[in-house]
């Protein structure tokens, strides 16, 4: 195996009193798509501009395409690409000068025309950056990403805020970079994110790794088990229902009852026998896979969204 | 060198598409140009020269406005880190600001020779060089001011109450609107230190006396100390992050700009003759009122 294109260890950042990072580590081979999967706040954000020179650690030891970010400065910059979390280009700049000025920054570059034919942009090329729609927007930051051939590309929470017809659009040319071999760093609060464009994932809550491998790897953690997700007319607690047959966990967040089940059927014959008898109801009851969402849930006893 | 290069470039066309910048870079400085020549020069061409020094100081010192709200906003926006994460430098994006500014603000300047001249029949042109190194270095020098404020503010609010000040202070403390005699002696004490008196008193004396580059030695000087000095602090002090707040030492370090004008200013209060000099140009006009002499 070939050293790692991204190499994190023991990544430290604090913020005046509060500590955002302590003790991030994990690689990220070249031609892989990496996950960072947390909520907001969980330091994701802070891991990816740290590797991309944007701030300096506090401590650890960070290593991308073998410079350090901080160190080497624009030599670095050369070598990676960025969609950032909260940036923005001047409204009236234009679409073909932005990507144009972008492109003469750098040694290596691609052809500004055929990265606006890619994102489908070409027809807003004379268009005022103010004027584009946020998924045209988001799709200009890609092209903008692109426009050195980067060896690393750092995507920041590529789809947040978009709605979701224009997430699937920005999921399918993420899908063919994965398909090009584009060694990716991407950040996401959303599962389906991660599960879907990710080889590998690192779950981060509170400043840690609290798990990481193939979104598979990770779900097999629930495995043996199945996510039953319950309404009910009036709440229950936690503890009942832990004693229903086959409950292997319970968690409730936001009215909802997340049950873990080894063994499905009886779950739900004794959940109905034990509800009758309290006189609650039912009011929804879905049956589904384990996700990441459980995986997250089951190592930290919250949902990705609290 | 290149990159800063492609964001002139870049930045001036941002600039010409920008109403407020026409308003404040073309229209602002014609707006004064009609002004003080209509009504202090139009039966008195003799008078011509010296408003149009004015006007040109007026039209030179705009420069820190525009840049210092430009780059808070540029950076409040976000879109300075958007550079950052690219291979380009403070230098190249701070040069940048300058050189666009430069190139912008001399056609202005062209035209107002023109209108004065066409319109207002100005019959001397001065000492061109000495205008154009001092307008070179002027506008070099105020947008170098507007980077370090642009350095040391952290909203656009803040910036715009900054150079609110700086700039009444400059247009009516320096002699750039009220002529330099005719305010009290205390302020014409006080407008020694100002670093827009030495670009008025300097243009009036290549507009109207037309001296010599040598003869302006002083005002070149500190105007050029003061460039270089602001451009190379705002370098140290530029912050790309919108969240990254400026230290109280960093404050205290920009300061060190206004160094070059508190050295000339003693310099003038005790040998230098820059204040007989504005009134021996004030006096080139036919009609004066009559001078505030008294020491």
């Not at chain 1, 923005?88 to 990507?99: F, Q, R, S």
């Amino acid at each position: 195996m070939t050293a790692p294109i991204i190499e994190v260890l023991n990544l430290t950042k604090h913020y005046g009193a509060v500590q955002a990072l302590r003790g991030v580590s994990f690689e990220v081979q070249e031609g892989e798509v990496f996950g960072l999967l947390g909520p907001n706040g969980a330091g994701k954000t802070s891991t990816v501009e740290i590797l991309e020179g944007l701030r300096p650690a506090d401590g650890g030891i960070v290593s991308v395409c073998g410079l350090d970010p901080q160190s080497t400065g624009l030599a670095f910059k050369q070598e990676i690409g960025a969609v950032l979390q909260s940036t923005a280009l001047p409204d009236k700049l234009k679409v073909g000068e932005a990507v144009a000025m972008f492109a003469s920054f750098y040694k290596r570059k691609r052809d500004p025309a055929a990265l606006l034919k890619r994102f489908g942009l070409e027809e807003k090329r004379n268009a005022f950056y103010s004027q584009l729609s946020g998924g045209q927007k988001q799709r200009l930051a890609l092209a903008m990403s692109l426009v050195n051939e980067p060896r690393v590309l750092f995507l920041d929470e590529p789809t947040a805020g978009l709605d979701p017809q224009v997430r699937r659009e920005i999921y399918t040319i993420i899908e063919e970079l994965k398909h090009e071999r584009k060694t990716i760093l991407l950040t996401t609060h959303y599962i389906e994110e991660a599960e879907k464009l990710c080889d590998r994932v690192a779950i981060v809550d509170q400043g840690r790794v609290i798990a990481q491998g193939t979104p598979r790897e990770l779900k097999q953690r629930s495995a043996g088990t199945t996510r039953i997700e319950l309404r009910l007319a009036r709440p229950e607690s936690d503890a009942a229902l832990k004693k229903l047959d086959g409950v292997a966990d319970c968690h409730a967040s936001d009215g909802v009852y997340v049950v873990h089940s080894t063994r499905v059927p009886q779950t739900i014959v004794s959940l109905v026998k034990y509800l009758e008898a309290q006189g609650n109801e039912l009011s929804s009851l879905d049956i589904a896979a384990p996700s990441l969402e459980d995986v997250f849930l089951e190592l930290t006893g919250r949902r990705l969204r609290d | 060198m290149r990159n800063a290069w492609t964001l002139t470039k870049v930045r001036m066309r941002l600039a010409l598409r920008n109403r407020a910048f026409i308003f404040f870079s073309l229209v602002f400085p014609l707006i004064f140009l009609f002004l003080f020549l209509g009504l202090f020069a139009r039966s008195n061409v003799a008078a011509v020269p010296y408003m149009l020094a004015s006007v040109l100081a007026i039209t030179v010192m705009g420069s820190f406005w525009g840049l210092s709200i430009q780059l808070v906003t540029f950076r409040e926006q976000g879109i300075l880190r958007r550079f950052r994460v690219a291979p380009v430098g403070a230098g190249a994006m701070l040069a940048s600001s300058i050189l666009s500014n430069y190139i912008l603000t001399l056609p202005t300047v062209t035209i107002e020779f023109a209108l004065a001249r066409r319109i207002f029949h100005m019959n001397q042109w001065g000492n061109l060089g000495g205008v154009f190194l001092l307008v070179s270095l002027g506008i070099v020098t105020f947008a170098a001011l507007g980077l370090i404020i642009a350095s040391v503010t952290n909203s656009t609010q803040e910036t715009q109450v900054i150079n609110q000040i700086l700039w009444s202070a400059f247009l009516f403390l320096s002699g750039a609107t009220l002529p330099l005699p005719m305010l009290p002696v205390w302020i014409q004490r006080f407008a020694l230190f100002l670093p827009a008196t030495y670009l008025v008193t300097g243009l009036e004396r290549v507009m109207v006396a037309q001296v010599g580059i040598m003869q302006i030695g002083a005002e070149v000087l500190a105007l050029a100390v003061s460039a270089a000095l602001a451009f190379f602090l705002s370098q140290q002090l530029f912050r790309w992050e919108p969240e990254a707040k400026v230290n109280p030492r960093a404050k205290l370090l920009a300061a060190a700009t206004i160094v070059p004008f508190l050295l000339l200013g003693l310099w003038e209060t005790t040998h230098g003759n820059l204040r007989s000099a504005a009134r021996t140009d004030f006096l080139t006009i036919e009609r004066p009122a009559a001078p505030n002499t008294n020491r």
